[in-house]
C-alpha cells in the first residue's frame, strides 16, 4: 500500500499538493469563517516571506526589503 502512495505522489505531485490544500482551505473556511481564514494565511503567507528573507540574507535582508517596499518616492 505504501509504495502506491509513493508512486502516486510521485507522478501526482502537484495535484496531490492542490488537493490537501484545498481541502484544508474548506475546512478552515468552514469552522472558522471567511474573514478569519484570510487573515491566517495573509499571515502565513508574511511568515514565508520573512523565513525565506531571513534564509537568503539574514535579518538585513528584510530591512532592506522593507525598506524598498515602504520608502519614499
Request: contains cysteine; glycine residues 8%.
Amino acid at each position: 500500500m505504501k509504495e502506491w502512495i509513493k508512486t502516486f505522489y510521485s507522478e501526482h505531485k502537484w495535484l496531490s499538493i492542490m488537493v490537501v490544500s484545498a481541502l484544508v482551505l474548506g475546512i478552515l473556511f468552514l469552522c472558522i469563517g471567511f474573514w478569519r481564514t484570510l487573515l491566517l494565511a495573509a499571515l502565513v503567507a508574511l511568515g514565508v516571506l520573512v523565513g525565506t528573507l531571513l534564509d537568503k540574507g539574514g535579518w538585513a535582508a528584510v530591512k532592506d526589503f522593507f525598506a524598498s517596499i515602504f520608502q519614499k518616492k
